[in-house]
T-cell receptor, first 115, second 113 residues
Framework: SAVISQKPSRDICQRGTSLTIQCQVD?????MFWYRQQPGQSLTLIAT?????????ESGFVIDKFPISRPNLTFSTLTVSNMSPEDSSIYLC????????????FGQGTRLTVV | SQKIEQNSEALNIQEGKTATLTCNYT??????LQWYRQDPGRGPVFLLL?????KEKRKERLKVTFDTTLKQSLFHITASQPADSATYLC????????????FGRGTSLIVHP
């Protein structure tokens, strides 16, 4: 299993600013992911955070808007840049050992409100 | 296009009854199907996993079925309790491609005392 500490748990930000969300895992993990969850919607994968290299972004998400770092196997950050009210959502960090029969573990999420 | 469908309407049941939640999918060939529970303000928590060659899986009061012909999974909670109230998400993992799970939007379950 993995225990994930994600912070901040919530924030209210002014439009045009940036927020960096941190994800710390209590053990080394192969895969780390960042998801967005809008109210009543499913989890949407933003990107896979790759250790030591650039993140792999899903369609509709770009590095300039959501820069991601992953300096080691236990830590990652997601920055939401130049925020607008449309970025208001819950952002979730997830880890996985990358095998078909493994489960995903999630942080508690960051509830972001952009005003 | 690929789609995972879970009932968007909340399921309201009385305490003690069996809750049944549905997950339907199209244009997937999942190797594994998972169910997660999500409480408000929290991340999803894994509950059960079922493989494509398994018909049924149980864990305490939970039961999952997986019908690859109907392209459907049913998630049952027997003797439901108010503490079971949460949103339940299904997720698929397919073989031969990305192993990253794809999630449904979830169904909210409300168990009334």
């Amino acid at each position: 299993s993995a225990v994930i500490s994600q912070k901040p748990s919530r924030d209210i930000c002014q439009r045009g600013t940036s927020l960096t969300i941190q994800c710390q895992v209590d053990s080394q993990v192969t895969m780390m992911f960042w998801y967005r969850q809008q109210p009543g919607q499913s989890l949407t994968l933003i990107a896979t955070a790759n250790q030591g290299s650039e993140a792999t972004y899903e369609s509709g998400f770009v590095i300039d808007k959501f820069p991601i770092s992953r300096p080691n196997l236990t830590f990652s950050t997601l920055t939401v840049s130049n925020m607008s009210p449309e970025d208001s959502s819950i952002y979730l960090c997830s880890v996985d050992q990358g095998a078909m029969n493994t489960e995903a573990f999630f942080g508690q999420g960051t509830r972001l409100t952009v005003v | 296009s690929q789609k995972i469908e879970q009932n968007s309407e909340a399921l309201n049941i009385q305490e003690g009854k069996t809750a049944t939640l549905t997950c339907n999918y199209t244009n997937y060939s999942p190797a594994y199907l998972q169910w997660y529970r999500q409480d408000p303000g929290r991340g999803p928590v894994f509950l059960l996993l079922i493989r494509e060659n398994e018909k049924e899986k149980r864990k305490e009061r939970l039961k999952v079925t997986f019908d690859t012909t109907l392209k459907q999974s049913l998630f049952h909670i027997t003797a439901s309790q108010p503490a079971d109230s949460a949103t339940y998400l299904c997720a698929l993992r397919t073989s031969g491609g990305s192993y990253i799970p794809t999630f449904g939007r979830g169904t909210s379950l409300i168990v009334h005392p």
